[in-house]
C-alpha cells in the first residue's frame, strides 16, 4: 500500500525567500505523485504531477518539484514566496489501480512580510 | 467552463440523523471520487465510481455509500451520523482512465452535533 509522509505540519517563510515543503512516499511501484493546495474554505487545486515524463516538474504559481527515487523523495519548492501562497499543501500518491489518492498530512504555509 | 460543484455548502445534523452529499463532475468526466478530510488531517478516500460502478471503496463502515447517476453526478450518503462525521466531504471528478488527474470540488461542510 501507497504512503505519504509530510515533514513539518507548518513552515514559514519571509516574503521573497526560498520556499521548500518536504514529501517522502511509499510506494511499490513506480509512483503518481500530486501536490495540491487548499485555501481556506476552499476545496483541493492542483499544483502539479509527477507520471515519469521528467524528474522535474513544473507546475502552477511558480512552483516545483522533483522527483528523486532514491530518496523516495517528491519535495516542492518556490524562489521567491509570495504573501498569496499561505496556504495548506498536500502531497499525494496515486494506488497501482488508478481510483485513489493517499494524501499526506498536510503542511500549512506561513508567509510573513 | 464550470469546475465540479457541490452541494450544499454547509449543512448542520445531529447525531443519529441521515444526510444526502451531492455532486457534479466537470463536463465530460465519467469518475467521481468521493474523500472525507477531517479538520486538521489530509483527505481520506471513500469511494470512486465510474460508469455508474463502485471502482473503489476506502476503509469506512457501512454507514456509508453512495450512487452514481447517468448524467454521471453523484451522491454520498451517510447515515446513523456520529459526531466523528464532521468533517469536509470533498468530491472530485476525473475523465475516467488510472492516468487522469482528479480535479477537487470546493466541498460540503459536514457539522454533527
Known amino acids: 500500500a501507497q504512503s505519504v509522509t509530510q515533514l513539518g505540519s507548518h513552515v514559514s517563510v519571509s516574503e521573497g525567500a526560498l520556499v521548500l515543503l518536504r514529501c517522502n512516499y511509499s510506494s511499490s511501484v513506480p509512483p503518481y505523485l500530486f501536490w495540491y493546495v487548499q485555501y481556506p474554505n476552499q476545496g483541493l487545486q492542483l499544483l502539479l504531477k509527477?507520471?515519469?515524463?521528467?524528474?522535474l516538474v513544473k507546475g502552477i504559481n511558480g512552483f516545483e518539484a522533483e522527483f528523486k527515487k532514491s530518496e523516495t523523495s517528491f519535495h516542492l519548492t518556490k524562489p521567491s514566496a509570495h504573501m498569496s501562497d499561505a496556504a495548506e499543501y498536500f502531497c499525494?500518491?496515486?494506488?497501482?489501480?488508478?481510483?485513489?489518492?493517499?494524501f499526506g498530512g498536510g503542511t500549512r504555509l506561513m508567509v510573513k512580510p | 467552463d464550470a469546475g465540479v460543484t457541490q452541494s450544499p455548502t454547509h449543512l448542520i445534523k445531529t447525531r443519529g440523523q441521515h444526510v444526502t452529499l451531492r455532486c457534479s463532475p466537470i463536463s465530460g468526466h465519467k469518475s467521481v471520487s468521493w474523500y472525507q478530510q477531517v479538520l486538521g488531517q489530509g483527505p481520506q478516500f471513500i469511494f470512486q465510481?465510474?460508469?455508474?460502478?463502485?471502482?473503489g471503496r476506502g476503509n469506512f463502515p457501512d454507514r456509508f455509500s453512495a450512487r452514481q447517476f447517468p448524467n454521471y453526478s453523484s451522491e454520498l450518503n451517510v447515515n446513523a451520523l456520529l459526531l466523528g462525521d464532521s468533517a469536509l466531504y470533498l468530491c472530485a471528478s476525473s475523465l475516467g482512465t488510472i492516468t487522469d488527474t482528479q480535479y477537487f470540488g470546493p466541498g460540503t461542510r459536514l457539522t454533527v452535533l
Open positions: 499525494a500518491v496515486r494506488n497501482n489501480a488508478g481510483n485513489m489518492l493517499t
Open positions: 509527477y507520471t515519469s515524463a521528467a524528474t
Open positions: 465510481y465510474y460508469e455508474k460502478e463502485e471502482r
